[in-house]
């Protein structure tokens, strides 16, 4: 969630990819050559760390109780376990700034004998890229960034998940509910109007709350959506009175692309249905709360230090999701849920993974009444969404792992002031 501002796509194309943790002001360039999940730019292996002799550091921008960390955090507990590492091979700083402090971090973990550093907020990425310039024989590993292929530094390595997928998930969770209180009188098709609380107009959030919105559709075909943001990524009162304005503005369902319990809080104490992102919402509110979108970030931590143990070169951009269980929902209140939604997930996610759903299918949805195929025949600005389509959906998170797509399709509505 700490995440893109701008990116150029490969090939010289641009696309802006706007995002950040705190960071309103960075651009760079996108993976030259080699796919997402593979081998791409300036790699080298080292020598093979035994099990017990590593060293794992990890530089979070917030704690335990902040939802994006505490996954981050969940995901390092997962790596730790299968890989046998014990407690006193891993130092984690936590609540780290993203100004130098994060450089002082990073050495700070270096000349503690760390072989690898990770950090998971945008706005360290070039504090890390410094300390992996001085320490090359370290690997250092940035979530949401964009820069290590053109970093040129063998040692510099960005991650993300195929988040949208999950995503799309909870908004199929939504759209069904959706169903069930336009069949029981609640309100009509014409109702059907979701709010979503943003947390700045940024790639990332706009990919996921499309993805969100798109998999509702899939089940709710009347759905409208008004997305307004906080202009923060934790600001639980900020985000509480965003959801309040925008049930006010008639939306009958709430989600989230922001990192505290506001939103859900808000709806619990208006009786409105919502989807939480992170992690489970059911301990604030449990007569509200259906699912999250989630992440689990356990497959990429747990890849990427036994790369360094078995002297492995680790890839320069990876982005996995569903198919490798980098991305979820959390558990389903059942007691909120519409009758029929447990299976109705398992057969999305059974097609996610079978690679017979695509989120992005550009035959579900339109721009300014186009298709996109068609905007991007046009020329002019859209031409540069060329590089993303292609076999009929947008290829998201596949030419970089950081979120692309960044149109407000039919359907929804942004509110930026």
């Known amino acids: 969630m700490k995440k893109i ?75 730790m376990e299968t890989l046998g590492l014990s407690e006193d091979q891993v130092i984690e700083k936590t609540t780290v700034p993203e100004d130098e402090s994060c450089y002082d971090a990073a050495v700070d973990l270096a000349e503690q004998g760390c072989d690898i550093i990770f950090g998971n907020s945008f706005g360290f990425e070039t504090y890390m890229i410094q300390a992996a310039a001085e320490y090359p024989e370290i690997e250092f590993c940035h979530a949401t960034g964009y820069q290590a292929s053109s970093s040129g530094l063998a040692n510099m390595h960005n991650y993300f998940t195929a988040v949208y997928e999950s995503r799309y998930v909870s908004g199929v969770v939504a759209g069904l509910k959706l169903n069930e209180m336009i069949a029981d009188g609640t309100i009509t098709e014409d109702e059907a109007k979701m709010g979503y609380v943003g947390a700045f107009p940024y790639a990332e959030v706009i990919s996921g709350f499309t993805s969100f919105y798109l998999g509702a559709r899939s089940v709710c075909p009347s759905v409208t959506m008004e997305v307004q943001y906080t202009n923060s990524w934790a600001d639980m009162a900020g985000e509480a009175e965003v959801a309040s304005k925008l049930i006010d503005d008639g939306c009958v369902l709430i989600s989230q692309h922001a990192d505290t319990t506001g939103a859900p809080s808000a709806c619990e104490e208006k009786g409105v249905p919502c989807v939480g992102y992170n992690i489970d919402m059911t301990s604030v509110a449990p007569n509200s709360a259906l699912t999250s979108a989630s992440i689990n970030w356990g497959p990429y931590y747990t890849y990427a230090v036994e790369c360094v143990m078995n002297g492995e070169a680790i890839v320069t951009d990876w982005c996995q999701g569903y198919v490798e269980g980098a991305d979820k929902i959390t558990p389903l209140n059942e007691t909120v849920i519409a009758e029929g939604t447990a299976e109705k997930v398992a057969e999305v996610e059974g097609a996610l993974k079978e690679g017979k759903l695509h989120v992005f299918d550009t035959s579900t949805f339109t721009v300014n009444g186009s298709s996109l195929e068609d905007l991007i025949a046009q020329g002019g600005d859209y031409e540069k969404y060329s590089a993303y389509v292609s076999d009929g959906y947008y290829h998201e998170s596949e030419l970089a792992s950081a979120p692309a797509f960044d149109l407000i399709i039919d359907g929804i509505t942004s509110v930026t002031e």
């Open 5 to 79: 501002l701008s990116v150029l796509l490969a090939m010289g194309l641009s696309v802006s990819m706007l995002a950040g943790c705190g960071s309103d002001d960075a651009a760079g360039t996108a993976a030259d050559g080699g796919a997402v999940g593979e081998t791409a730019g300036t790699e080298a292996a080292g020598e093979p760390v035994a099990a017990e002799d590593i060293k794992v550091g990890i530089i979070y921008i917030g704690d335990e109780n902040e939802g994006y960390s505490s996954a981050h955090m969940a995901g390092i507990d997962e790596m």
